[in-house]
């Protein structure tokens, strides 16, 4: 087999490469042709089809709105504190901290809210349940304290209200329940 030198490699690969790029360069072209047919606006979803599952969450507005209620309820009792709403899932989908609320408070009220998602039940109750399972409380992100209220569509969570930062759990609890009032209007 003959050794081909540098130079011939070089020059064949560049050639090579030039007649790709002008391959390419018209494949792309012609795609571009009005010849292409319109891609379809929506895809349309079979909800018969038992592959999928639907859900149901709160809109973003819907849960600034239930925030901000949350937030008034505690401004009107003098108190200062930070309220979350999570979805479904427990993700954050507003989180407000309220003037003169705790440095803690926003996570913990993110945790109650993830918590009351999480077993569809006000955190009041839920902490009743750790003298039967203690080690409920090493789940990751959850926080067993007086403040979380889910919010229940046909008796199913879709999201929940977290507060934190008033003197008592109760408290916290009494204002995020202000919010749930307001998504049941």
């Known amino acids: 087999m003959k050794k081909i030198s540098v130079r011939t490699r070089v020059l064949t690969g560049t050639l090579a490469a030039a007649a ?28 018969q089809n038992r592959n999928l599952a639907q859900s149901t969450g ?4 819907a849960a600034t709105r239930a925030a901000q209620a949350t937030l008034d309820a505690a ?6 504190v930070s309220v979350a709403v999570v979805d479904r899932d427990g993700v954050t989908r507003v989180l407000l901290k309220g003037d003169g609320a705790g440095p803690q408070s926003p ?3 993110q945790r109650k809210a993830f918590t009351a ?4 039940a006000p955190t009041s109750e839920l902490t009743k349940r750790l003298a039967q399972a203690p080690t409920l409380k090493d789940i990751p992100g959850t926080l067993f304290l007086a ?6 569509s046909k008796g199913a969570p879709v999201a929940a209200i977290g507060v ?6 109760d408290l916290d609890e009494q204002f995020a329940q202000a919010g749930v009032a307001v998504l049941a209007k």
Do not use: F, Y
Request: overall charge negative; glycine content about 10%.
């Open 147 to 152: 403040g979380g209220a889910p919010v229940q």
């Open 75 to 80: 401004a009107k009792a003098g108190q200062h």
């Open 20 to 47: 790709l790029a002008a391959t390419v360069g018209a494949v792309s072209a012609s795609a571009e042709t009005s010849e292409t047919p319109p891609a379809p606006a929506a895809v349309k979803v079979d909800t």
């Open 164 to 169: 934190a930062g008033a003197p008592s759990g």
């Open 107 to 109: 996570e913990s009220a």
């Open 58 to 61: 709160l809109t973003i507005d």
């Open 117 to 120: 998602v999480s077993w569809n």
